[in-house]
């Protein structure tokens, strides 16, 4: 409905007009005399003139609304290599290039290369993808331009213009209205209700004034339900209520769980490469005496301490995540929102047409006494049926039940004979029709209160008594039990009369007979109960957040099996503080009655207490709540701002794809932790490698391209990684980034790597005597393989909180790169290839001292790991 209005923003113009737009619908919305709102436009109900139109238009700009637009390809490319890492390796690489080591800066850039383009692709197509969900559809407006009435383009109204309404249409500027006959305004893409509310031309709002409640205010955005009226546009484009959502909800996105868990753990690695590289340089400086080969050789430590293929790594993970959801339906517009899933603890979701079906359901028809009665539901079908106005939603919810019109023939045994229209006056309507046995029936339905005060007969069980107070009293304590239970109630009533009448007014709806009541509710999806039962199961804890009232609202958490307990309503957040705000917002389920920025406030003070929140909405009231959350989630029926908010866009009604993403998201999660942990221990324990090495060793412990290359082959062995499993434990509860336990990861488990290679040193020195610069080729070529294979193994390892290769293993794809990348490492020094990186050929016996080191060091990383998970509860 509302991406005809979204545009691109047009500029100054549109921003000036925002600025003054709520102020002054606010002053105006109080004046009762209309013509002051009209002579401060300079217009009258003939209208403006078309030059006057065309300046305003010009002024004011075209009446669209600021649209996210949709980023190039090049910014893509360019965002794919914004990434922290991305940017050291290509200092490393331009440095390498500056010093002529031209074999280090081809390897780094390669590596580069590959991460970027992968993530640019990936992000490009899924972004593409999203725009396909938008349809924009031309429509025009009835407007009055002097004196005649015409059709003009939605985007060419401006300020001034008098504008038409009537059944179906939809509200194309904010007016203030000066005509309205039975006017009802749809406004659920706006405050999340489901039902209508009526609009006067001079109605009065009750206090506490909300905007959006006001009688004599129309928004755009909003549609027409029934009725006719007129009123002048006082907002168009940037400057209407929609308009100060819409810049809400466009330009930079809040900062995700996913976000800041990337760049603390990017500027810990950072930190730690800052630290470690100089200590490297200077010591090989003056312990070897030749600079320029140190700091070649410091530079490689530079790129083994960076995880180079992080980004990568992360990019495929979440690029399988997303290709995963596609196959159920659910579309991925950023990729970062598949981890943000797996780390959500709670979710906040809207109530109308998220977890319910947005459609109003007749669910009880009952006589006074309470019981079914298929007489109540004939009478109602018998009004909704012969009713000429447009049928609105409880009309529509009554006309469902088609097997009624079979049981009393009503196009062939009744007839119209008068209809009495719908006023909020009397709020009732009725028709009088012709029955089988000629009779004239007068069948009305209307607000309980309105039709009991006409009525004086009650019907019970066939037969007529008097409608005494204490039978009146029943009734309303009976509709005011439905209504706790989020029931809307209307009462049926009748009344006979003599044929030949033909002509019924108000006054003939007197005497009436009550017959009972209809009780109708906008239901719960199926879905919603499991999908909620299955979040809670996995950690992830629900909270409701709706405009709409606490009544309707604690009966539809009932059926879902959310424990409403104590609702917040939405004036009591605006008397909270920031900090009373979280903890409310931490203590409390359901909050009612709640505003678009009051959404957004309790979302943000969930985060504020630690929490990673998701909101499931699908209004534009939810637009700002979906921009705020770390993960937005809407649906393909949802407005067109709500779609461009969200990360996440169900394409179908089933939300037992949110229980899905949630484990997809803590695979994705699992899968990338796996790469940092193992490369940044391997890493770190290599560093204390090369320091020790360093120190003693006459001659350097590995060449700079050696060590580029066998980090290389390490990462290669890794992306096998997004197609590893998690263990079902790992998946019971929320994963969120913890720098803390990464780097306590990396000081346990890092050393013990150094461990065996001081034995792989030991070895080469003592036993195979690889002491003198001339020998120094063996001792690196038995570094090189030890180095390789222990950290390609170690994936093992590290990727389960079991004992690897029998209670838990490696899904095929990384179990064979793991195979290949250690065959590759102990064939490359018996190649061309190795001998041109300076590698040799190893002794035969080098190999069973190598199967006793990697058995060890295995051993040794499982009981470590063990200790850590018990020591820090954490993995």
Not at 1 to 17: C, I, P, S, W, Y
Not at 78 to 107: C, G, M, Q, W, Y
Not at 329 to 334: E, G, W
Not at 533 to 538: D, F, N, S, T
């Amino acid at each position: 409905m509302l991406n005809l209005l979204v545009e691109k923003e047009t500029g100054r113009k549109d921003r000036r007009a925002a600025g003054m737009a709520r102020p002054q619908i606010e002053s105006w919305a109080l004046h009762e005399d209309i013509t002051r709102v009209l002579d401060a436009y300079g217009t009258s109900p003939a209208g403006l003139s078309t030059e006057a139109a065309r300046q305003r238009l010009d002024e004011h700009g075209p009446n669209t609304v600021v649209h996210e637009q949709a980023a190039g390809w090049w910014v893509h490319l360019l965002h794919a290599f914004n990434n922290a890492f991305i940017l050291l390796l290509l200092a490393l690489a331009v440095v390498a290039a500056l010093t002529r080591d031209f074999e280090a800066a081809v390897i780094i850039a390669t590596m580069v290369l590959i991460s970027a383009v992968l993530r640019f692709t990936q992000e490009f197509r899924s972004s593409k993808a999203a725009e396909k969900l938008k349809e924009m559809v031309e429509t025009t407006a009835t407007v009055t331009r002097r004196g005649v009435k015409a059709e003009v383009a939605v985007d060419e109204l401006v300020p001034g213009d008098i504008v038409h309404l009537s059944a179906g249409d939809m509200i194309p500027a904010d007016l203030r209205l000066f005509f309205a006959k039975d006017l009802f305004v749809s406004q659920s893409a706006l405050t999340g209700e489901s039902l209508p509310v009526e609009k006067f031309a001079n109605g009065h709002a009750a206090e506490p004034l909300n905007l959006l409640d006001h009688p004599k205010l129309c928004f755009m955005g909003t549609n027409v339900i029934s009725g006719t009226g007129s009123g002048v546009a006082v907002g168009t484009g940037a400057g209407t209520y929609l308009g100060s959502l819409a810049r809400q909800v466009t330009g930079r996105r809040v900062e995700t769980e996913f976000d800041r868990g990337v760049g603390r753990v990017s500027r810990l690695l950072i930190r730690f490469t800052l630290v470690m590289v100089p200590v490297v340089f200077f010591i090989n400086g003056f312990t070897k005496g030749d600079w320029v080969q140190s700091f070649f050789f410091a530079l490689s430590v530079a790129v083994g301490l960076t995880p180079e293929m992080l980004p990568m790594i992360v990019t495929a993970n979440l690029a399988r995540g997303a290709v995963n959801m596609s196959r159920k339906k659910v579309i991925v517009k950023r990729l970062h929102s598949i981890q943000n899933f797996g780390a959500m603890d709670v979710l906040c979701s809207d109530k109308t047409g998220t977890l319910t079906l947005d459609r109003v359901v007749l669910e009880r028809h009952l006589d006074v006494l309470g019981r079914d009665s298929e007489k109540v539901l004939q009478l109602a079908y018998l009004n909704s049926y012969y009713q000429t106005g447009l049928k609105n939603l409880l009309d529509v919810a009554i006309l469902q039940h088609a097997e009624v019109a079979e049981g009393l023939h009503v196009a062939t045994d009744y007839r119209l004979i008068d209809e009495i229209p719908f006023d909020f006056g009397r709020r009732r309507m009725s028709v009088i029709v012709e029955t089988p046995r000629t009779e004239e029936m007068l069948v009305t339905k209307g607000a309980v209160e309105e039709v009991l005060r006409a009525a004086s007969l009650v019907d019970m069980d066939r037969q007529l008594v008097p409608l005494r107070a204490p039978v009146q009293e029943d009734a309303l304590r009976m509709t005011r039990d439905l209504n706790q239970q989020g029931f809307r109630v209307i009462a049926v009533a009748y009344r006979k009369f003599e044929p030949g009448k033909g002509v019924y007014s108000v006054a003939d709806e007197s005497d009436l007979i009550l017959a009972g009541f209809i009780a109708f509710l906008d239901p719960p999806k199926e879905s919603a109960a499991p999908a909620i039962r299955a979040l809670r199961e996995h950690g992830v804890s629900i909270k409701i957040l709706t405009g709409d009232s606490d009544v309707v609202t604690a009966r539809i958490c009932a059926e879902v099996g959310v424990e409403a307990g104590r609702i917040i309503l939405g004036h009591e957040i605006d008397n909270l503080d920031d900090a009373a705000l979280a903890e409310v917002a931490d203590a409390a389920t359901v909050f009612a009655k709640v505003s678009p920025d009051q959404k957004a406030r309790v979302i943000e003070a969930l985060q504020a207490r630690g929490r990673v929140v998701g909101f499931l909405g699908d209004g534009i009231n939810d637009a700002p709540a979906l921009r705020q959350a770390d993960i937005g989630i809407s649906v393909n029926t949802a407005v067109d701002i709500a779609k461009e908010s969200a990360d996440i866009i169900l394409l179908e009604k089933s939300l037992m794809v949110l229980e899905e993403g949630v484990l997809e998201g803590r695979r994705t999660f699992g899968n990338i932790l796996k790469y940092i942990r193992m490369g940044t221990s391997s890493n770190f324990g290599n560093m204390f490698s090369v320091l020790g090495a360093s120190a003693w060793l006459p001659f350097l412990p590995m060449q700079p391209v050696q060590l580029l290359v066998q980090n290389l082959l390490y990462d290669f062995s890794q992306i096998g990684i997004p197609f590893d499993r998690m263990d079902e434990e790992y998946l019971k509860k929320p994963r969120k980034w913890d720098v803390q336990a990464i780097a306590r990861f990396v000081l346990f488990l890092g050393p013990v790597s150094s461990v065996f290679d001081y034995l792989t040193f030991g070895l080469m020195w003592f036993v195979f005597g690889a002491k003198t610069p001339a020998a120094q080729p063996v001792f690196q070529t038995g570094w090189f393989i030890e180095g390789l294979l222990s950290q390609t193994l170690v994936v093992h390892i590290i990727r389960t909180r079991k004992v690897p290769f029998v209670e838990s293993r490696a899904a095929a794809p990384l179990t064979f790169l793991t195979i290949v990348v250690m065959a590759a490492g102990l064939a490359i020094p018996f190649t061309a290839f190795g001998d041109a990186l300076g590698l040799a050929p190893l002794p035969a016996a080098y190999f069973g001292w190598l199967a006793v080191i990697l058995i060890s060091y295995v051993v040794l990383a499982q009981i470590v790991k063990n200790w850590f998970a018990r020591r820090f509860g954490y993995y």
